[in-house]
Protein backbone atom coordinates (compact mmCIF):
# COMPACT_ATOMS: atom_id res chain seq x y z
CA UNK A 1 0.00 0.00 0.00
CA UNK A 2 1.40 3.31 -1.07
CA UNK A 3 1.51 6.23 1.52
CA UNK A 4 1.52 9.98 1.56
CA UNK A 5 2.17 12.17 4.44
CA UNK A 6 0.21 15.75 4.95
CA UNK A 7 0.22 18.21 7.27
CA UNK A 8 -2.99 20.88 7.07
CA UNK A 9 -1.88 24.08 8.08
CA UNK A 10 -3.98 27.62 8.32
CA UNK A 11 -4.39 30.96 10.18
CA UNK A 12 -6.67 30.57 13.22
CA UNK A 13 -10.41 29.69 12.12
CA UNK A 14 -9.81 29.17 8.99
CA UNK A 15 -11.23 25.42 9.03
CA UNK A 16 -8.34 22.99 9.41
CA UNK A 17 -9.94 20.95 12.74
CA UNK A 18 -13.56 21.22 10.14
CA UNK A 19 -11.87 19.63 6.99
CA UNK A 20 -10.36 17.14 8.88
CA UNK A 21 -13.57 15.58 10.04
CA UNK A 22 -14.70 16.27 6.39
CA UNK A 23 -11.76 14.25 5.32
CA UNK A 24 -12.36 11.08 7.49
CA UNK A 25 -15.93 11.12 7.17
CA UNK A 26 -15.74 11.03 3.47
CA UNK A 27 -13.24 7.70 3.35
CA UNK A 28 -15.72 5.83 5.39
CA UNK A 29 -12.94 5.94 8.31
CA UNK A 30 -16.37 5.83 10.94
CA UNK A 31 -18.95 3.62 10.68
CA UNK A 32 -21.95 4.54 9.73
CA UNK A 33 -23.64 4.59 12.75
CA UNK A 34 -20.95 6.00 14.64
CA UNK A 35 -21.42 9.05 16.26
CA UNK A 36 -19.13 11.95 15.66
CA UNK A 37 -18.72 15.65 17.31
CA UNK A 38 -17.54 18.34 15.41
CA UNK A 39 -14.18 19.21 15.12
CA UNK A 40 -13.57 15.72 16.51
CA UNK A 41 -9.59 15.77 16.25
CA UNK A 42 -10.16 19.20 19.06
CA UNK A 43 -10.31 16.48 22.37
CA UNK A 44 -8.40 18.71 24.54
CA UNK A 45 -11.70 20.35 26.63
CA UNK A 46 -10.07 24.24 26.10
CA UNK A 47 -9.68 23.06 22.38
CA UNK A 48 -13.42 22.39 22.34
CA UNK A 49 -14.67 25.63 24.70
CA UNK A 50 -12.28 27.73 22.49
CA UNK A 51 -12.57 26.42 18.76
CA UNK A 52 -8.62 25.79 18.44
CA UNK A 53 -6.29 23.78 17.89
CA UNK A 54 -3.61 23.99 20.67
CA UNK A 55 -1.94 20.63 20.13
CA UNK A 56 -0.51 19.24 16.57
CA UNK A 57 -2.60 15.95 16.14
CA UNK A 58 -1.99 12.80 13.98
CA UNK A 59 -4.56 10.99 12.09
CA UNK A 60 -4.59 8.46 9.33
CA UNK A 61 -7.05 7.43 6.70
CA UNK A 62 -7.40 4.85 4.15
CA UNK A 63 -8.74 5.85 0.38
CA UNK A 64 -8.39 3.34 -2.38
CA UNK A 65 -4.83 1.68 -2.61
CA UNK A 66 -3.23 4.71 -0.33
CA UNK A 67 -2.81 5.28 3.39
CA UNK A 68 -2.80 8.68 4.25
CA UNK A 69 -1.11 10.29 7.38
CA UNK A 70 -2.40 13.72 8.19
CA UNK A 71 -1.91 16.01 10.76
CA UNK A 72 -3.60 18.56 12.07
CA UNK A 73 -1.83 21.69 13.40
CA UNK A 74 -2.17 24.42 15.48
CA UNK A 75 -2.78 27.66 13.91
CA UNK A 76 -1.70 30.38 16.40
CA UNK A 77 2.07 31.03 16.68
CA UNK A 78 1.74 30.54 19.93
CA UNK A 79 2.04 26.88 19.23
CA UNK A 80 4.97 27.47 16.50
CA UNK A 81 7.14 24.45 18.33
CA UNK A 82 3.89 21.88 17.70
CA UNK A 83 4.02 23.19 14.03
CA UNK A 84 8.01 23.48 13.06
CA UNK A 85 8.29 19.63 14.74
CA UNK A 86 5.20 18.88 12.25
CA UNK A 87 7.24 19.82 9.35
CA UNK A 88 10.16 16.73 9.41
CA UNK A 89 7.13 13.93 9.73
CA UNK A 90 5.86 15.16 6.19
CA UNK A 91 6.52 15.31 2.57
CA UNK A 92 3.87 18.25 1.73
CA UNK A 93 1.31 20.18 3.34
CA UNK A 94 -2.20 21.58 2.80
CA UNK A 95 -2.45 25.52 3.00
CA UNK A 96 -5.56 26.43 4.02
CA UNK A 97 -6.86 29.75 3.55
CA UNK A 98 -10.47 31.69 3.98
CA UNK A 99 -12.20 32.81 0.83
CA UNK A 100 -13.28 36.03 2.53
CA UNK A 101 -10.24 36.43 4.70
CA UNK A 102 -7.66 36.14 2.79
CA UNK A 103 -3.93 35.86 3.80
CA UNK A 104 -3.18 36.28 7.82
CA UNK A 105 -0.24 37.20 10.10
CA UNK A 106 -0.41 33.17 10.83
CA UNK A 107 -0.56 32.38 7.41
CA UNK A 108 2.43 33.53 6.55
CA UNK A 109 4.00 32.04 9.54
CA UNK A 110 2.88 28.53 9.20
CA UNK A 111 3.71 28.76 5.55
CA UNK A 112 7.31 30.10 6.02
CA UNK A 113 7.75 26.71 8.56
CA UNK A 114 6.45 24.92 5.18
CA UNK A 115 8.68 26.40 2.66
CA UNK A 116 11.65 26.25 5.16
CA UNK A 117 11.30 22.77 5.16
CA UNK A 118 11.10 22.23 1.29
CA UNK A 119 7.78 21.07 1.36
CA UNK A 120 5.22 20.72 -1.78
CA UNK A 121 2.14 22.65 -1.01
CA UNK A 122 -1.11 22.10 -2.04
CA UNK A 123 -3.93 25.28 -1.46
CA UNK A 124 -7.02 24.76 -0.60
CA UNK A 125 -9.56 28.02 -0.82
CA UNK A 126 -12.40 27.15 1.88
CA UNK A 127 -15.61 28.40 2.95
CA UNK A 128 -16.10 29.64 -1.16
CA UNK A 129 -19.79 29.54 -0.35
CA UNK A 130 -19.29 32.51 2.28
CA UNK A 131 -21.25 35.85 1.40
CA UNK A 132 -18.73 38.57 -0.15
CA UNK A 133 -15.79 35.82 -0.68
CA UNK A 134 -13.57 37.10 -2.78
CA UNK A 135 -11.76 33.86 -4.26
CA UNK A 136 -9.42 35.54 -7.12
CA UNK A 137 -8.65 38.10 -4.86
CA UNK A 138 -7.76 35.82 -2.20
CA UNK A 139 -5.23 33.61 -5.08
CA UNK A 140 -3.28 36.52 -5.90
CA UNK A 141 -2.95 37.39 -2.08
CA UNK A 142 -1.75 33.72 -2.09
CA UNK A 143 0.66 34.30 -4.74
CA UNK A 144 2.24 36.87 -3.16
CA UNK A 145 3.08 35.64 -0.23
CA UNK A 146 4.85 32.64 -1.80
CA UNK A 147 6.64 35.14 -3.57
CA UNK A 148 7.49 37.16 -0.95
CA UNK A 149 8.41 34.12 1.64
CA UNK A 150 10.84 32.95 -1.40
CA UNK A 151 8.96 30.08 -2.58
CA UNK A 152 11.06 28.00 -5.38
CA UNK A 153 9.40 27.33 -8.41
CA UNK A 154 8.28 24.01 -7.98
CA UNK A 155 6.21 25.74 -4.48
CA UNK A 156 5.15 28.78 -6.12
CA UNK A 157 3.22 25.95 -9.26
CA UNK A 158 1.34 25.19 -6.14
CA UNK A 159 -2.46 23.29 -7.26
CA UNK A 160 -5.25 24.99 -5.75
CA UNK A 161 -8.86 22.88 -4.46
CA UNK A 162 -11.62 25.42 -3.92
CA UNK A 163 -14.15 23.74 -0.86
CA UNK A 164 -16.60 24.51 1.88
CA UNK A 165 -15.34 22.45 4.69
CA UNK A 166 -18.69 22.73 7.07
CA UNK A 167 -21.15 21.54 3.77
CA UNK A 168 -18.48 19.00 2.67
CA UNK A 169 -17.69 20.11 -1.00
CA UNK A 170 -14.83 20.62 -2.93
CA UNK A 171 -13.81 21.61 -6.81
CA UNK A 172 -11.17 22.04 -8.64
CA UNK A 173 -12.85 24.79 -10.18
CA UNK A 174 -13.41 28.61 -8.96
CA UNK A 175 -17.15 28.14 -10.16
CA UNK A 176 -19.24 27.66 -6.86
CA UNK A 177 -21.74 25.91 -9.06
CA UNK A 178 -19.01 22.96 -10.09
CA UNK A 179 -19.07 22.24 -5.97
CA UNK A 180 -19.91 18.53 -5.18
CA UNK A 181 -20.68 17.08 -2.09
CA UNK A 182 -17.56 14.87 -2.01
CA UNK A 183 -13.99 15.72 -0.62
CA UNK A 184 -12.11 13.64 -3.74
CA UNK A 185 -10.71 16.54 -5.66
CA UNK A 186 -8.51 17.21 -2.40
CA UNK A 187 -7.83 13.02 -2.37
CA UNK A 188 -6.74 13.33 -6.21
CA UNK A 189 -4.51 16.01 -5.72
CA UNK A 190 -3.09 14.93 -2.89
CA UNK A 191 -1.94 11.58 -4.27
CA UNK A 192 -0.83 13.44 -7.44
CA UNK A 193 1.28 16.19 -6.01
CA UNK A 194 2.46 15.09 -2.68
CA UNK A 195 5.19 12.78 -3.08
CA UNK A 196 5.77 9.57 -1.35
CA UNK A 197 7.94 9.10 1.53
CA UNK A 198 11.15 6.90 1.48
CA UNK A 199 10.21 3.40 1.24
CA UNK A 200 13.80 1.95 2.60
CA UNK A 201 13.08 -0.93 4.34
CA UNK A 202 16.43 -2.64 4.17
CA UNK A 203 18.28 -0.23 5.77
CA UNK A 204 18.98 0.22 9.30
CA UNK A 205 16.40 1.78 11.04
CA UNK A 206 15.93 5.20 11.84
CA UNK A 207 13.39 7.45 13.63
CA UNK A 208 13.09 10.49 15.15
CA UNK A 209 10.22 11.59 17.64
CA UNK A 210 8.50 14.84 16.68
CA UNK A 211 5.55 15.11 19.31
CA UNK A 212 5.27 13.19 22.47
CA UNK A 213 1.84 11.72 23.82
CA UNK A 214 1.17 9.74 27.46
CA UNK A 215 -0.57 6.91 28.32
CA UNK A 216 -1.22 5.65 32.10
CA UNK A 217 -0.12 2.17 31.02
CA UNK A 218 2.35 2.46 28.76
CA UNK A 219 4.39 6.14 29.69
CA UNK A 220 5.31 8.16 27.22
CA UNK A 221 4.91 7.84 23.85
CA UNK A 222 7.38 8.99 21.11
CA UNK A 223 5.61 9.77 17.64
CA UNK A 224 7.82 10.49 14.83
CA UNK A 225 7.99 8.95 11.02
CA UNK A 226 10.39 5.86 10.29
CA UNK A 227 12.81 7.33 7.82
CA UNK A 228 14.46 4.17 7.02
CA UNK A 229 14.38 0.50 8.11
CA UNK A 230 11.78 -1.34 9.97
CA UNK A 231 10.88 -1.44 13.58
CA UNK A 232 8.93 -4.50 15.20
CA UNK A 233 7.18 -4.89 19.12
CA UNK A 234 9.32 -6.88 21.36
CA UNK A 235 12.89 -6.22 19.71
CA UNK A 236 15.30 -4.54 21.41
CA UNK A 237 16.86 -1.18 20.01
CA UNK A 238 18.96 2.09 21.11
CA UNK A 239 18.23 5.61 22.16
CA UNK A 240 20.86 8.19 20.99
CA UNK A 241 20.06 10.45 23.62
CA UNK A 242 20.59 14.47 22.92
CA UNK A 243 23.80 14.49 24.66
CA UNK A 244 24.87 11.38 22.26
CA UNK A 245 24.57 8.99 25.05
CA UNK A 246 22.86 5.70 24.66
CA UNK A 247 20.31 3.81 25.95
CA UNK A 248 18.71 0.65 24.98
CA UNK A 249 15.48 -0.65 25.30
CA UNK A 250 12.82 -2.79 24.26
CA UNK A 251 9.70 -2.39 21.94
CA UNK A 252 6.52 -2.61 24.50
CA UNK A 253 4.40 -1.36 21.80
CA UNK A 254 4.14 0.34 18.50
CA UNK A 255 0.74 2.52 17.37
CA UNK A 256 -0.41 3.61 13.99
CA UNK A 257 -3.22 5.94 13.70
CA UNK A 258 -6.47 5.51 11.81
CA UNK A 259 -9.35 7.98 12.24
CA UNK A 260 -9.64 8.42 16.21
CA UNK A 261 -7.54 5.49 17.59
CA UNK A 262 -4.17 5.06 18.79
CA UNK A 263 -4.52 1.14 16.87
CA UNK A 264 -1.72 -1.53 18.42
CA UNK A 265 0.55 -2.55 15.18
CA UNK A 266 3.10 -5.22 15.08
CA UNK A 267 5.52 -3.56 12.75
CA UNK A 268 5.78 -0.95 10.59
CA UNK A 269 8.34 0.20 8.09
CA UNK A 270 10.23 3.38 6.67
CA UNK A 271 7.65 6.43 5.92
CA UNK A 272 5.09 5.25 8.02
CA UNK A 273 3.88 7.62 11.17
CA UNK A 274 3.87 5.79 14.21
CA UNK A 275 3.76 6.10 18.40
CA UNK A 276 6.71 3.99 20.00
CA UNK A 277 6.02 3.24 24.46
CA UNK A 278 8.85 1.56 25.89
CA UNK A 279 11.17 4.15 27.06
CA UNK A 280 10.24 6.37 29.90
CA UNK A 281 11.44 9.14 29.21
CA UNK A 282 12.01 9.52 25.68
CA UNK A 283 12.43 12.93 24.40
CA UNK A 284 12.02 14.90 21.02
CA UNK A 285 14.38 14.84 18.78
CA UNK A 286 16.12 11.63 20.16
CA UNK A 287 17.14 8.66 17.51
CA UNK A 288 15.73 5.18 17.71
CA UNK A 289 18.58 3.08 15.61
CA UNK A 290 18.71 -0.70 15.81
CA UNK A 291 21.13 -2.14 17.83
CA UNK A 292 25.06 -1.93 15.84
CA UNK A 293 24.09 0.69 13.35
CA UNK A 294 23.44 3.61 15.89
CA UNK A 295 23.79 7.25 14.35
CA UNK A 296 22.83 10.90 15.72
CA UNK A 297 20.32 12.35 13.38
CA UNK A 298 20.35 16.15 13.24
CA UNK A 299 18.81 17.55 16.10
CA UNK A 300 16.37 20.34 15.02
CA UNK A 301 16.35 23.79 16.57
CA UNK A 302 12.97 25.26 17.53
CA UNK A 303 12.79 29.37 17.93
CA UNK A 304 13.30 30.48 21.17
CA UNK A 305 10.57 31.54 23.91
CA UNK A 306 9.72 35.62 23.45
CA UNK A 307 7.68 36.03 26.36
CA UNK A 308 8.15 34.96 30.42
CA UNK A 309 6.02 35.00 33.76
CA UNK A 310 6.98 33.84 36.86
CA UNK A 311 4.77 31.32 38.24
CA UNK A 312 4.82 30.77 42.31
CA UNK A 313 3.26 29.54 45.40
CA UNK A 314 0.05 30.96 46.26
CA UNK A 315 0.75 33.29 49.53
CA UNK A 316 -2.68 34.99 49.63
CA UNK A 317 -5.08 35.10 53.13
CA UNK A 318 -7.22 32.67 50.86
CA UNK A 319 -4.14 30.25 50.20
CA UNK A 320 -5.38 26.56 50.47
CA UNK A 321 -9.18 26.98 50.18
CA UNK A 322 -9.93 26.26 46.96
CA UNK A 323 -7.62 24.06 45.53
CA UNK A 324 -5.70 20.72 46.55
CA UNK A 325 -2.28 21.36 44.67
CA UNK A 326 -0.79 24.30 46.46
CA UNK A 327 3.05 23.11 47.40
CA UNK A 328 6.19 24.05 46.05
CA UNK A 329 7.22 20.65 44.84
CA UNK A 330 3.73 20.15 43.49
CA UNK A 331 4.06 22.93 41.46
CA UNK A 332 7.36 21.99 40.40
CA UNK A 333 6.51 18.74 39.44
CA UNK A 334 3.78 20.06 36.90
CA UNK A 335 5.70 22.42 35.56
CA UNK A 336 8.66 19.60 34.53
CA UNK A 337 5.97 17.41 33.22
CA UNK A 338 4.99 20.11 30.57
CA UNK A 339 8.19 19.92 29.82
CA UNK A 340 8.67 16.60 29.09
CA UNK A 341 5.79 17.08 25.49
CA UNK A 342 6.47 21.02 25.33
CA UNK A 343 9.61 21.68 23.54
CA UNK A 344 8.83 25.12 23.32
CA UNK A 345 8.65 26.14 27.14
CA UNK A 346 11.51 26.43 29.51
CA UNK A 347 11.65 26.19 33.32
CA UNK A 348 14.15 27.58 35.62
CA UNK A 349 13.80 28.12 38.67
CA UNK A 350 13.78 31.63 40.58
CA UNK A 351 13.67 31.10 44.42
CA UNK A 352 12.81 28.48 46.49
CA UNK A 353 8.98 28.85 45.77
CA UNK A 354 8.85 30.55 42.41
CA UNK A 355 9.63 29.63 39.08
CA UNK A 356 10.58 31.87 35.85
CA UNK A 357 8.42 29.92 32.94
CA UNK A 358 8.77 31.38 29.28
CA UNK A 359 6.89 30.46 26.39
CA UNK A 360 5.80 31.60 22.79
CA UNK A 361 3.37 33.77 23.98
CA UNK A 362 0.89 35.25 26.14
CA UNK A 363 -1.79 32.47 25.17
CA UNK A 364 1.11 30.05 24.70
CA UNK A 365 1.45 30.41 29.10
CA UNK A 366 -2.07 30.99 30.08
CA UNK A 367 -3.12 27.31 28.82
CA UNK A 368 -0.76 26.45 30.62
CA UNK A 369 -1.66 27.93 33.67
CA UNK A 370 -5.60 27.15 32.77
CA UNK A 371 -4.74 23.63 32.15
CA UNK A 372 -2.95 23.73 35.81
CA UNK A 373 -6.09 25.48 37.31
CA UNK A 374 -8.36 23.02 36.01
CA UNK A 375 -6.14 20.08 37.20
CA UNK A 376 -6.39 21.63 40.99
CA UNK A 377 -3.50 23.90 41.25
CA UNK A 378 -3.20 26.99 43.22
CA UNK A 379 -0.76 29.56 42.57
CA UNK A 380 0.34 32.71 41.70
CA UNK A 381 1.71 34.24 38.67
CA UNK A 382 3.47 37.78 37.53
CA UNK A 383 2.48 40.21 34.59
CA UNK A 384 3.93 39.00 31.31
CA UNK A 385 7.64 40.33 30.18
CA UNK A 386 9.26 39.80 26.90
CA UNK A 387 12.49 38.28 27.09
CA UNK A 388 15.20 40.90 25.64
CA UNK A 389 18.44 39.44 23.84
CA UNK A 390 21.80 40.44 23.88
CA UNK A 391 23.73 40.41 20.34
CA UNK A 392 27.23 41.70 19.74
CA UNK A 393 26.81 43.72 22.54
CA UNK A 394 23.10 45.36 21.76
CA UNK A 395 20.09 44.66 23.19
CA UNK A 396 17.02 43.22 20.51
CA UNK A 397 13.23 42.49 21.42
CA UNK A 398 10.84 40.71 19.18
CA UNK A 399 8.58 42.24 17.46
CA UNK A 400 4.85 40.96 15.74
CA UNK A 401 3.28 41.72 12.21
CA UNK A 402 -0.12 42.78 13.35
CA UNK A 403 -3.57 43.24 11.42
CA UNK A 404 -7.14 44.38 13.01
CA UNK A 405 -10.30 44.82 11.56
CA UNK A 406 -12.62 47.31 13.00
CA UNK A 407 -15.53 49.94 12.86
CA UNK A 408 -14.42 53.19 11.30
CA UNK A 409 -15.21 55.28 14.19
CA UNK A 410 -12.87 53.80 16.04
CA UNK A 411 -9.88 54.11 14.07
CA UNK A 412 -8.28 57.58 15.57
CA UNK A 413 -8.59 55.72 18.91
CA UNK A 414 -6.86 52.72 18.04
CA UNK A 415 -4.04 54.35 16.22
CA UNK A 416 -3.21 56.72 19.01
CA UNK A 417 -3.24 54.03 21.55
CA UNK A 418 -0.85 52.14 18.67
CA UNK A 419 1.16 55.10 18.44
CA UNK A 420 1.78 55.01 22.19
CA UNK A 421 2.94 51.42 22.24
CA UNK A 422 5.49 52.02 20.12
CA UNK A 423 3.44 50.41 17.23
CA UNK A 424 4.79 51.72 13.22
CA UNK A 425 1.73 51.68 10.96
CA UNK A 426 2.40 49.81 7.51
CA UNK A 427 -0.95 49.98 6.13
CA UNK A 428 -4.16 51.21 6.40
CA UNK A 429 -7.57 50.44 3.87
CA UNK A 430 -10.55 50.89 3.66
CA UNK A 431 -13.75 48.13 3.38
CA UNK A 432 -17.11 47.48 3.12
CA UNK A 433 -17.34 46.45 6.86
CA UNK A 434 -14.98 48.82 8.11
CA UNK A 435 -11.22 49.37 8.44
CA UNK A 436 -8.40 46.96 8.06
CA UNK A 437 -4.47 48.09 9.60
CA UNK A 438 -1.14 46.59 9.25
CA UNK A 439 1.29 47.26 11.87
CA UNK A 440 4.79 46.12 13.11
CA UNK A 441 4.81 46.54 16.75
CA UNK A 442 7.45 45.70 19.54
CA UNK A 443 5.50 42.56 21.32
CA UNK A 444 5.70 44.58 24.55
CA UNK A 445 3.12 46.53 22.81
CA UNK A 446 1.27 44.50 22.93
CA UNK A 447 0.89 43.54 26.36
CA UNK A 448 -2.50 44.59 28.00
CA UNK A 449 -3.39 45.78 24.44
CA UNK A 450 -6.36 43.04 23.16
CA UNK A 451 -8.64 44.21 26.41
CA UNK A 452 -8.01 47.74 25.94
CA UNK A 453 -8.22 47.35 21.60
CA UNK A 454 -11.74 45.74 22.76
CA UNK A 455 -13.02 48.33 24.77
CA UNK A 456 -12.23 50.83 22.07
CA UNK A 457 -13.94 49.14 19.39
CA UNK A 458 -16.90 48.14 21.56
CA UNK A 459 -16.35 44.60 21.18
CA UNK A 460 -16.43 44.75 17.13
CA UNK A 461 -13.03 44.48 16.49
CA UNK A 462 -11.28 41.40 15.10
CA UNK A 463 -7.40 41.22 15.99
CA UNK A 464 -4.63 38.97 14.76
CA UNK A 465 -0.49 38.86 15.56
CA UNK A 466 2.14 36.59 15.28
CA UNK A 467 6.05 36.99 15.67
CA UNK A 468 7.86 39.11 13.25
CA UNK A 469 11.86 39.04 14.36
CA UNK A 470 14.20 40.62 16.93
CA UNK A 471 14.61 43.79 16.37
CA UNK A 472 17.18 46.54 18.30
CA UNK A 473 15.72 47.36 21.79
CA UNK A 474 13.94 50.69 21.91
CA UNK A 475 14.39 52.14 25.94
CA UNK A 476 11.12 53.52 25.89
CA UNK A 477 8.05 52.42 28.21
CA UNK A 478 5.34 51.09 26.60
CA UNK A 479 2.62 48.81 27.34
CA UNK A 480 2.13 50.09 30.70
CA UNK A 481 -1.69 50.48 31.92
CA UNK A 482 -2.22 54.15 32.58
CA UNK A 483 -4.97 54.42 35.36
CA UNK A 484 -4.54 53.20 38.93
CA UNK A 485 -6.68 50.44 40.69
CA UNK A 486 -8.63 50.57 43.95
CA UNK A 487 -7.30 48.09 46.69
CA UNK A 488 -9.06 46.80 49.38
CA UNK A 489 -7.24 48.19 52.71
CA UNK A 490 -9.48 45.35 54.81
CA UNK A 491 -10.69 41.94 55.01
CA UNK A 492 -13.88 40.57 55.05
CA UNK A 493 -17.23 40.59 52.47
CA UNK A 494 -18.18 43.46 50.37
CA UNK A 495 -21.29 45.28 50.61
CA UNK A 496 -23.39 46.90 48.73
CA UNK A 497 -23.12 50.24 50.94
CA UNK A 498 -19.28 50.05 50.45
CA UNK A 499 -19.37 49.45 46.96
CA UNK A 500 -22.11 52.05 46.45
CA UNK A 501 -20.31 54.68 47.59
CA UNK A 502 -17.67 53.66 45.50
CA UNK A 503 -19.07 53.71 42.45
CA UNK A 504 -18.51 57.07 41.24
CA UNK A 505 -14.45 56.67 42.06
CA UNK A 506 -14.23 53.69 39.59
CA UNK A 507 -15.38 50.61 37.70
CA UNK A 508 -15.76 47.53 40.37
CA UNK A 509 -14.34 44.22 39.58
CA UNK A 510 -16.28 42.88 42.31
CA UNK A 511 -20.22 42.19 43.53
CA UNK A 512 -21.72 42.31 46.87
CA UNK A 513 -21.03 39.22 49.49
CA UNK A 514 -17.77 38.76 47.67
CA UNK A 515 -14.76 37.95 50.24
CA UNK A 516 -11.72 39.93 50.16
CA UNK A 517 -8.55 40.27 51.56
CA UNK A 518 -6.09 43.62 52.20
CA UNK A 519 -3.99 44.12 49.62
CA UNK A 520 -6.52 42.63 46.77
CA UNK A 521 -7.26 44.66 43.70
CA UNK A 522 -11.60 45.43 43.87
CA UNK A 523 -11.78 48.12 41.07
CA UNK A 524 -10.25 50.59 38.74
CA UNK A 525 -9.64 54.03 39.74
CA UNK A 526 -10.88 56.80 37.09
CA UNK A 527 -7.46 58.49 37.96
CA UNK A 528 -3.45 57.63 37.64
CA UNK A 529 -3.02 56.90 41.20
CA UNK A 530 -3.70 53.40 43.34
CA UNK A 531 -6.39 54.28 45.82
CA UNK A 532 -6.55 52.13 48.72
CA UNK A 533 -10.43 51.71 49.88
CA UNK A 534 -12.77 49.81 52.64
CA UNK A 535 -15.68 48.08 50.52
CA UNK A 536 -16.36 46.29 53.22
CA UNK A 537 -17.66 49.36 55.11
CA UNK A 538 -21.05 48.16 56.57
CA UNK A 539 -24.29 50.92 57.31
CA UNK A 540 -24.54 52.60 60.40
CA UNK A 541 -27.84 51.51 61.98
CA UNK A 542 -30.02 53.86 64.28
CA UNK A 543 -33.26 53.49 66.09
CA UNK A 544 -34.35 56.55 64.38
CA UNK A 545 -36.15 56.03 61.07
CA UNK A 546 -35.53 58.60 58.08
CA UNK A 547 -38.09 61.28 57.60
CA UNK A 548 -37.59 60.61 53.10
CA UNK A 549 -37.70 56.81 52.08
CA UNK A 550 -34.91 53.95 52.39
CA UNK A 551 -33.65 53.64 48.86
CA UNK A 552 -32.43 50.13 47.83
CA UNK A 553 -28.89 50.32 46.50
CA UNK A 554 -28.41 49.64 43.22
CA UNK A 555 -24.86 48.83 41.70
CA UNK A 556 -23.56 48.66 37.79
CA UNK A 557 -22.57 45.33 36.58
CA UNK A 558 -18.95 45.07 38.00
CA UNK A 559 -16.44 44.20 34.75
CA UNK A 560 -15.79 40.67 34.17
CA UNK A 561 -12.41 39.39 34.10
CA UNK A 562 -10.71 36.29 32.53
CA UNK A 563 -7.65 34.71 32.98
CA UNK A 564 -6.16 36.59 29.44
CA UNK A 565 -7.74 39.83 30.96
CA UNK A 566 -6.43 39.96 34.30
CA UNK A 567 -2.70 38.76 32.92
CA UNK A 568 -3.21 41.43 30.50
CA UNK A 569 -4.22 44.12 33.10
CA UNK A 570 -2.19 43.92 36.22
CA UNK A 571 1.68 45.84 36.12
CA UNK A 572 4.51 44.85 37.29
CA UNK A 573 3.85 45.52 40.92
CA UNK A 574 1.07 43.26 41.13
CA UNK A 575 0.24 39.43 40.68
CA UNK A 576 -2.56 36.92 39.99
CA UNK A 577 -3.83 34.58 41.85
CA UNK A 578 -4.89 31.90 40.27
CA UNK A 579 -7.44 28.94 41.85
CA UNK A 580 -9.67 26.03 40.62
CA UNK A 581 -12.75 28.57 41.26
CA UNK A 582 -11.78 32.15 40.95
CA UNK A 583 -9.05 34.65 39.54
CA UNK A 584 -7.95 37.40 41.90
CA UNK A 585 -6.26 40.55 41.05
CA UNK A 586 -3.83 41.47 44.21
CA UNK A 587 -0.44 43.90 45.08
CA UNK A 588 2.70 42.12 45.43
CA UNK A 589 2.84 43.99 49.15
CA UNK A 590 -0.44 43.21 50.08
CA UNK A 591 0.08 45.45 53.54
CA UNK A 592 -1.30 48.78 52.21
CA UNK A 593 0.98 50.67 55.22
CA UNK A 594 4.29 48.91 54.14
CA UNK A 595 3.24 49.37 50.35
CA UNK A 596 2.78 53.32 50.48
CA UNK A 597 6.18 53.40 52.23
CA UNK A 598 7.54 51.46 48.83
CA UNK A 599 6.06 53.41 47.06
CA UNK A 600 7.41 56.69 48.29
CA UNK A 601 10.59 55.15 48.31
CA UNK A 602 10.12 54.72 44.34
CA UNK A 603 8.88 58.32 43.66
CA UNK A 604 11.44 60.05 46.35
CA UNK A 605 13.73 62.76 44.62
CA UNK A 606 17.16 62.41 45.93
CA UNK A 607 18.71 66.08 45.98
CA UNK A 608 22.26 66.55 44.53
Known amino acids: MQIRNVAIIAHVDHGKTTLVDQLLKDSKTFRENEKVEERVMDSNDIERERGITILAKATGLYYEDYKINILDTPGHADFGGEVERIMHMVDGVILLVDAKEGTMPQTRFVLKKALDAKLKPIVVINKVDRENSRI?????????????????????????????????????????????????????????????????????????????????????????????????????????????????????????????????????????????????????????????????????????????????????????????????????????????????????????ESWIVSGRG?????????????????????????????????????????????????????????????????????????????????????????????????????????FKEYMPYESIEIGNRKLGVLVSMENGKATAYGLGALEDRGVMFIEPGEEVYEGMIVGENNRENDLAVNVTKAKQLTNTRSASKDHTVVLKRPRLLTLEKCLDYINTDELVEVTPKNFRMRKKILNTELRKKEDAKKTKIIPD
Open 136 to 352: DEVIDEVLDLFIELGADESQADFPIVYASALNGTSSLSPDLSTQEKTMKPIFETIIKYIPEPNRDENSPLILQPALLDYNDYVGRIGIGRIKQGKIHVGENVVCVRLDGTKKEFRIQKLYGFVGLKKIEIESAGAGEIVGVAGLPDISVWETICEKGNEVQEPILTIEEPTLKMTFGVNTSPFAGREGSLLTARKIEERLLKELQKDVSLRVEPNDS
Open 362 to 466: ELHLSILIENMRREGFELQVSKPEVIIKEIDGKKYEPWEDLELELPTDSVGAVIESLAARGGNMENMLNTENGTKLKYIIPSRGLIGFVNEYLILTKGYGIINHA
